[in-house]
T-cell receptor, first 113, second 110 residues
Framework: DTAVSQTPKYLVTQMGNDKSIKCEQN?????MYWYKQDSKKFLKIMFS???????INETVPNRFSPKSPDKAHLNLHINSLELGDSAVYFC????????????FGDGTRLSIL | GEDVEQSLFLSVREGDSSVINCTYT??????LYWYKQEPGAGLQLLTY?????DMKQDQRLTVLLNKKDKHLSLRIADTQTGDSAIYFC??????????FGAGTTVTVRA
């Protein structure tokens, strides 16, 4: 029944590793997003895809590569993880990209050792 | 976020009303949103208001929008312990992304 689901919920790994976070939405939405929430709870958008096409890339390092195999999925792959990547990553979706409320997943807490 | 400002903390007695304030910068924002984040959880969309409205009421929640002053507020009537959370104000930017405030941590005391 979960509308926007992310896996894993927790991810603990060492610096330099490569990891992926998966996101799926069953709301039939066209647009999906990735946000990063830092330790001070500040939320910032990273990427947005509309119907599998990239529409927002907010100057995120190219170690972060989103992939959208279909409009219900938006995965985030991170290469060469750094300490500063430790954060909570939220996936969200909206009916389309134009001013629609965004629905969020429960987040993936990434900790880099 | 630098475009959206909120006070960081609010303490309120159970049963009283809570008022959380927010100022934003983008006068072209079509929608403004309030999200709630409980500890360890994701963001829950609480309510949103279209920019041509002054007020929206939804059960215990009242949103007031002063577009001239770019000021948004969320009032929670009869605040309960379950209302303890972080509340984020967000504005839509260029119609396709949200800019969030830093969040207001609301603590409800007995």
């Amino acid at each position: 029944d979960t509308a926007v689901s992310q896996t894993p919920k927790y991810l603990v790994t060492q610096m330099g590793n490569d990891k992926s976070i998966k996101c799926e939405q069953n709301l039939g939405h066209d647009t999906m997003y990735w946000y990063k929430q830092d330790s001070k709870k500040f939320l910032k958008i990273m990427f947005s895809y509309n119907n599998k096409e990239l529409i927002i890339n907010e100057t995120v390092p190219n170690r972060f590569s989103p992939k959208s195999p279909d409009k219900a999925h938006l995965n985030l792959h991170i290469n060469s993880l750094e300490l500063g990547d430790s954060a909570v990553y939220f996936c969200a979706s909206s009916p389309n990209y134009s001013n629609q409320p965004q629905h969020f997943g429960d987040g993936t807490r990434l900790s880099i050792l | 976020g630098e475009d959206v400002e909120q006070s960081l903390f609010l303490s309120v007695r159970e049963g009283d009303s809570s008022v959380i304030n927010c100022t934003y910068t983008d006068s072209s924002s079509t929608y403004l949103y309030w999200y709630k984040q409980e500890p360890g959880a994701g963001l829950q969309l609480l309510t949103y208001i279209f920019s041509n409205m002054d007020m929206k009421q939804d059960q215990r929640l009242t949103v007031l929008l002063n577009k001239k002053d770019k000021h948004l507020s969320l009032r929670i009537a009869d605040t309960q312990t379950g209302d303890s959370a972080i509340y984020f104000c967000a504005e839509s930017i260029n119609d396709y992304k949200l800019s969030f405030g830093a969040g207001t941590t609301v603590t409800v005391r007995a």
